[in-house]
């Protein structure tokens, strides 16, 4: 994929849609290893990991980057937004425990198709202006995502082409992008967040777990998400179709590319979305954090 982000610090492309949301207190991390589906305590501060907010029966309300910015405080960068509402709903669950879940719309996400200056894998940086790098990308496909001070006078302009490509880069890597309608729909195993080591089957309980720890050690998933190309207006929740019969859906959409949940052996014929081929595109590896 060619580097049509600008790779300059100073003109990184706005990433529409990310929002962040900080946990802070004594108790921030106890709090995110009761809710969240990978292992928080092990995540040393610097560091970050993909998680995911799941419901009871198991389903994916939110994926994340979960970064520990210090002993006591956690920081979830949600690429699908909604930082407002999944504050709300998670300070439901807070009871008596000694923390603080707010979003934080003073920061903004930008991002380049270019290497990282600084950081590595799960190790972010901290740089020199303040803003928190992180490595979004893998060998054949290096990204770079840095959260800065929002300037409350000069918003950064947007630029739909290279959103769109940052977009299409998340599909590539296997990263899902879940818009309002997949919401709840897709149990980590479908949407392939093992390719993210992004659930723990080790941890204690968490919303989900027994679901999520039953699927895996019983080897019950017999479905995953595929990258397609697809036809023009494919949307989430289009049918794939094989031989005129339904056999899966679409999960996240970015232009021609799809990542769709199939079953893992599919036949030799074709598949179709919307009347129309939908090939399928190998998966670039290498974003597990």
Known sequence: MPDNLDTAASTLAPLPGHEVIRLQGPDAVAFAQAQ???????????????????????????????????????????????????????RRFVFRRKLTIAPEPGLEAVGALAAPARAHGPDAAVLEDGSVEFDLGADGLPRRLRLRPRDPVVATPDDPAAALRWRQADLRLGLPRLDDSQREQWTPQQIGLDRLQAYSVKKGCYPGQEIVARTHFLGKAKRLAQLLEVPPGTAPGDDVLQQGQRVGAVASVAGGLALAVLPLELGEAGLEVRGTAARPQPLVEGLAR
């Open 36 to 90: 969240f589906a990978n292992d928080v305590p092990a995540l040393a501060v610097g560091r970050w990991q993909w998680s995911a907010w799941l419901t009871a029966k198991g389903r994916v309300i939110a994926l994340f980057q979960l970064y520990r910015a210090a002993e006591d405080a956690l920081m979830l960068i949600l690429a699908d937004g909604h930082a407002a509402e999944l504050s709300a709903e998670l």
